[in-house]
């Protein structure tokens, strides 16, 4: 079993500036691929982006590329998304996600992740 728990989330201005955290469980955590969604109101839960363990490979949604970058502190069981220049549309509960197997289902899609936070609210004013 994995826990996750984001922190991190807020209320700020647009152009402003979060950083999201996302601690794990588990003793392997160097291993598991990680992700981020978000669900804004009365939308689908959306990829936001992603990172592997093997290669180190980074993905990202279009609609964040070049504003938004994830990474990963194994040392601390933890994955972060940095997040700059937010727009309001960028407002949503964000969500990480974990796949200790580091299957190979494609980056984007939840089902390659079974196990999800709790989720942290980003609130971008405008």
């Known amino acids: 079993q994995v826990q996750l728990v984001e922190s991190g989330g807020g209320l700020v201005q647009t152009g402003g500036s979060l950083r999201l955290s996302c601690a794990a469980s588990g003793r392997t955590f160097s291993r598991y691929d990680m992700g981020w969604f978000r669900r804004a109101p009365g939308k689908e839960r959306e990829f936001v982006a992603a990172?592997?363990?093997?290669?180190?490979?980074?993905y990202y949604a279009d609609s964040v590329k070049d504003r938004f970058t994830i990474s990963r502190d194994n040392a601390k069981n933890t994955v972060y998304l940095q997040m700059n220049s937010l727009k309001p549309e960028d407002t949503a509960v964000y969500y990480c996600a974990a796949d200790p197997l580091s299957t190979s289902g494609t980056y984007y899609a939840a089902w390659k992740y079974d196990y999800w936070g709790q989720g942290t609210q980003v609130t971008v004013s405008s």
């Open positions: 990172i592997r363990w093997r290669s180190g490979s980074v």
